[in-house]
């Protein structure tokens, strides 16, 4: 079997020759990049399988090199999962509302990020949201758009047009955390005149009518929700 290509940008040596050394024991050919602008040469030519990013670089930053990843049609797909210091919190919320598939806050043992990487490699490369199939299950629960149809465990759940965009959503992208912002331009749409609150009054109700099962909706503190991989 063909090793899976892991390009890692980190501008400080000792953490790249950490995370390279545990990731290349784990079986993965790692592409290791100093900072942004060598990175994202390496992403065009290189086409590796995922990226890890270091939020704090010299010269173009992470963030900014998340968001020429994920806009350009070509690298869109290969997942990135951040890699950031607890002071930069509001950057993980910009890094996943632009496509950012995931992160681990510094510091992190390194076992962690290896199993991080093992579960956003098994997602395979990112899917657009708006391809999502119309019918979704995940564990006990199955959404089905076209007929406006919400079951858990095949016991009907009747919910409201946005809790159910919103769900639609979440178990779209199981495991993936999606900042409020983000959620709310995907469910309810960009020119809502809301707050990044209302986000939360949705969660709160679906939640209710999940009943037994609403742990399946998880809150990311100072970050968004997410659908738990496994579902309900
Ligand atoms: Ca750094």
Excluded: W
């Amino acid at each position: 079997m063909a090793k899976t290509k892991i390009l890692v940008i980190e501008d400080e040596p000792d953490l790249l020759e950490v995370i390279q050394y545990n990731l290349e024991r784990d079986g993965h050919k790692v592409i290791a990049c100093r900072n942004g602008e060598q990175g994202l040469s390496r992403i065009r030519t290189d086409n590796p399988d995922l990226v890890i990013l270091d939020l704090m670089l010299p010269g173009i930053d992470g963030v900014e090199v998340c968001r020429r990843v994920k806009g350009d049609p070509v690298t869109r797909g290969i997942p990135v999962i951040m890699v950031t210091a607890k002071a930069e919190e509001s950057d993980i919320v910009l890094g996943l509302g632009l496509g950012a598939d995931d992160y681990i806050g510094k510091p992190f043992r390194p076992r962690e990020l290896v199993a991080r990487v093992q579960v956003v490699l098994r997602r395979g490369p990112v899917r657009e949201a708006t391809n999502s199939p119309e019918r979704v299950v995940r564990g006990a629960l199955s959404i089905d758009l076209l007929r406006h149809e919400v079951r858990v465990e095949d016991v009907p759940v009747t919910l409201t047009p946005t809790e159910m965009r919103l769900l639609h959503f979440l178990a779209s992208h199981p495991g993936r955390v999606f900042p409020r912002a983000h959620l709310l331009s995907r469910v309810i749409g960009e020119n809502a005149v809301v707050t990044d609150r209302n986000i939360d009054v949705h969660v709160r109700a679906l939640r209710q009518k999940l009943g037994d099962h609403s742990q399946c909706i998880e809150t990311v503190r100072g970050v968004g929700y997410r659908l738990r991989e496994d579902g309900p």
